[in-house]
């Protein structure tokens, strides 16, 4: 990723990329969805021979640099580089345990889940990566009936990452708004890593708040208001 200082080759992964495989490790298939150079599968694969994957690429670069990476670590007979946008490179009838998706904005992740829901057949284990806007995951999560199963928030140079690990639920998932916003099992685990992106992102909606208030009251505004302090009094009440 832009930005990343990734120590990347496919023995040893960025920490975050390592986390997300750590969630998908185990299986006999896996899908990585926006897989850029192919490293994930390709760790995954040279740490267990019988693991077939796909990865998936929507740009010519990328697609390209994964094929060149699956050559390089003599792969082939492993990973299969498809070109496609999100689960359409999935096809039909075609078994996958575990999907990945990391290194993108919560909303796209979403997208790419919603629009690829006839590949969901159920029995397949999401690792998600949101590097934003991990609500917009969670939220697409609950309405599909996934449960999520690990949550983990790491940091790595100067930023923070979310993984949220989900697998379809036989009952109805429900979480409150501040579980949305903040993790189900994130929340319950206070991590000095947690606490330091909460109180980064209430200082900031803190902010904004006061920059609005200096504004003429439309209600427009007076809803922007208050759904900045809705954020910041529940962010407040987890930490009290
Ligand atoms: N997954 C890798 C990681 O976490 O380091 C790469 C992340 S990179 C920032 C996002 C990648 O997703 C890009 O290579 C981009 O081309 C690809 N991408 C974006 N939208 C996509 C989609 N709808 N389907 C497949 N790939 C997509």
Redesign the pocket.
Known sequence: ??G?T?ALNTNQL?R??ER?AYYAEGYQSLA??????A??PCYLCLRDAGLHAIA????E???QSARKQVELSRLENQIEVRK???LE?INDNEQVDVI?????GGP?IA??LE?GLEKLTGSQRLVL?P?VASQAVREWLMSHQFNIVAEEIIEEDDKIYEIVVAEKSDSLVTYTEVELMMGPLLIQNHTEVFKKKWTQEKNSWERVLKQLKQGTETIELSNKKEALKRKIDMVEEVFV
Request: proline letters at 3%; hydrophobic letters at 35%; zero cysteines.
């Open positions: 990723m832009e990343e990734i960025s975050r990329l997300v990585d969805i926006g897989s850029d150079h490293y994930l998936g690429e929507i740009n670069g990328p697609y496609g946008s999100g490179v990945t998706v990391a290194g993108m796209l997208s790419i629009l990566q590097n």
